[in-house]
């Protein structure tokens, strides 16, 4: 018989839900990743060449699903899209509206739902497994946003890829092992609660 402590299980758990469950509590979070990631998108960087910029916006997509869950992280991410459509100026380099970067945002939305499922499968709680959720989600950005890209300009696909892929993958790989640290940290810190 061992007399370890038992480390609490939460399976089907996102660190959302952490917090005491509340319809306010619902809303504030939806609020507040939408928020977050309109923050994150002022952290913009200009490409040259393309019109698409690195920003924090991705990380902050993926995080906010991961951390809300799927349902939570689908209306923050739907929210800070129509809000930008609606005109708030909260897209990259403070912008709104539909641009040919508008095919990541939708990317977005799929992705912080795809990860939001996936955490509440335990994929946030090891770093190997919060990296191949955020390999996961960033495909889907990528998967959208790329041929988007190429319809909205006209550009070709491998025009597209060039401009809209490959000048981001290092950055993404720096947001992705962010990621990899924070989520597995965080539940560490909860289940020492």
Same mark, same amino acid.
């Given at each position: %018989?061992?007399? =370890? ?5 939460? *399976? ?14 619902? /809303? ?5 990743? =939408? ?7 002022? #952290?913009? /960087?200009? /490409? $040259?060449?393309? $019109?698409?910029?690195? *920003?924090?916006? *991705? ?17 923050? +991410?739907? +929210?800070?899209?129509? =809000?930008?459509?609606?005109?708030? $100026? ?7 509206? #539909?641009?040919?970067?508008?095919? @990541? #945002?939708?990317? %977005? #939305? ?22 191949? *959720? ?7 950005? @990528?998967?959208?946003?790329?041929? @988007? ?5 006209? %550009? &070709?696909? &491998? =025009? ?19 990621? %990899? !640290? ?10 020492? !609660?």
């Amino acid at each position: %018989m061992s007399t =370890a402590a038992a480390v609490p299980v939460r *399976t089907g758990q996102v660190l959302a839900d952490l917090l005491p469950a509340s319809r306010v509590r619902d /809303v504030a979070l939806v609020l507040g990743g =939408a928020a977050l990631t309109g923050l994150a998108a002022q #952290i913009s /960087v200009p /490409v $040259p060449g393309s $019109p698409v910029p690195v *920003t924090g916006q *991705t990380f902050a997509a993926l995080l906010v699903g991961t951390s809300l869950g799927a349902g939570r992280g689908l209306f923050a +991410l739907a +929210l800070y899209a129509v =809000a930008g459509i609606a005109g708030v $100026p909260w897209f990259a380099q403070g912008t709104s509206g #539909i641009a040919p970067s508008f095919g @990541y #945002i939708l990317g %977005m #939305i799929l992705a912080a739902t795809v990860v939001g499922a996936l955490a509440r499968r335990g994929a946030d709680r090891s770093m190997l497994r919060m990296a191949g *959720t955020m390999l996961v989600g960033e495909a889907i950005i @990528y998967a959208i946003g790329v041929p @988007y890209l190429a319809l909205s300009t006209g %550009m &070709s696909a &491998s =025009a597209a890829i060039a401009a809209g892929l490959t000048p981001f993958l290092i950055g993404d790989a720096l947001k992705a092992a962010l990621a %990899m !640290g924070a989520l597995p940290t965080a539940w560490k810190f909860a289940d020492k !609660g």
